[in-house]
């Protein structure tokens, strides 16, 4: 039996079955007991399986505010189908974009999960966020900045770091990301996904919604890579932007680092170094 009480942050985390994701849902679960936890996963037995190891490993008190949703993000009708199946009544206290996939993909398969799938799950689960003040967390890579600076084409280079030059906002960002080539793929949908944060941010200005790395984390998406931190030092980032205070009092559609410091879209910050700073492109939150 699941219990969501009014006072419940109820958060959904796609692609929560294994990985970063599912050690979000631990530390939304353990950290902070107002938490409700919808664990999004493509395949129901999954779901299932990751929802008993968290039962298992974080006690049968968790049982109640923890719930699977069947949830695949690279297809329109699932997304559609899972955003219709949760209950109006009580609204989302936000949403992580967590579902994602690495290398070795068409720029296709990979911009349409790094990239539409947060796109349609933002779009599908929108009239569920609490507003003002529901929160939207991206979870992005090291690899989208990287990607724009070794981009030799200037003018795409200059849409995606600065994405309020994009004349046809979110429309023409979708073609481009329909149309980019390149051989990076992953860090192309990486990089589409930080443009389209901002502008996101900037057509929900009741929203508080940004992009964030977990950093360089051992799991199947880095297997063999040499990656060496576990999945629970990756939940960190993801989860400082959806429940800290302090960012709700910032200005969002930003890119943060893995040390929860904002961090250039055009090149890479490394933890530890000085923060960036820009505000040509503030977005400041509405409060009403
Ligand atoms: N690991 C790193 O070092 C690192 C660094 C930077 C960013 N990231 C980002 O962190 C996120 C999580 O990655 P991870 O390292 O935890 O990878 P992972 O262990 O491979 O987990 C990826 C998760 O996404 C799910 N997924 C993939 N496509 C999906 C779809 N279409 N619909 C729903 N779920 C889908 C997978 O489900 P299945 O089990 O069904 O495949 C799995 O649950 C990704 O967005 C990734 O880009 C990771």
């Known amino acids: 039996m699941s219990t ?16 970063i994701g599912k050690a979000i849902c631990e530390r ?10 919808l664990l999004g996963s493509r395949d129901l037995q999954r779901g299932e399986e990751a929802k008993a190891d968290l039962i298992n490993s974080l006690g049968d008190s968790c049982k109640d505010r923890l719930q699977v949703i069947h949830l695949d993000t690279s297809s329109d009708e699932s997304v559609q189908k899972a955003a219709e199946s949760i209950s109006g009544d009580d609204k989302l206290y936000g949403i992580i974009n967590n579902a994602g996939i690495g290398f070795g993909r068409s720029m296709e398969e990979t911009v349409n999960t790094n990239y539409f799938g947060p796109r349609r799950v933002n779009d599908a689960f ?10 939207i967390v991206n979870v992005s890579s090291a690899s989208g900045p990287i990607f724009l600076q070794n981009l030799s084409d200037a003018s795409l280079k200059g849409k995606l770091n600065q994405a309020w030059t994009i004349p046809g906002g979110l429309e023409e960002l979708d073609t481009i990301a329909r149309t980019i080539k390149g051989g990076n793929e992953y860090g192309a949908s990486k990089a589409l996904l930080n443009a389209y944060t ?14 964030i ?12 890579s040499g990656a060496s931190n576990p999945p629970s030092k990756g939940a ?33 910050r490394g933890p530890g170094e000085e923060p960036y700073v820009n505000n040509d492109d503030l977005v400041e939150v509405s409060k009403n």
């Open 4 to 19: 969501v009480t009014p006072s419940s942050r109820r958060i959904l985390v796609t692609g929560a079955n294994k990985g």
């Open 28 to 37: 939304l679960l353990q950290e902070w007991d107002d938490t409700y936890v």
């Open 126 to 135: 929108g009239k569920h966020l609490k507003r003002p003040g529901g929160r």
């Open 198 to 211: 901002f502008l996101y941010a900037k057509a929900n200005k009741d929203l508080i919604i940004n992009a």
């Open 213 to 224: 790395t977990p950093g360089y984390i051992k799991t199947d998406l880095t297997a063999g």
């Open 236 to 268: 960190v980032p993801p989860c400082w932007l959806m429940m800290d205070e302090d960012v709700a009092h910032q200005p969002t559609g930003r890119y943060y680092g893995s040390d929860c410091v904002r961090s250039p879209m055009d090149c890479y």
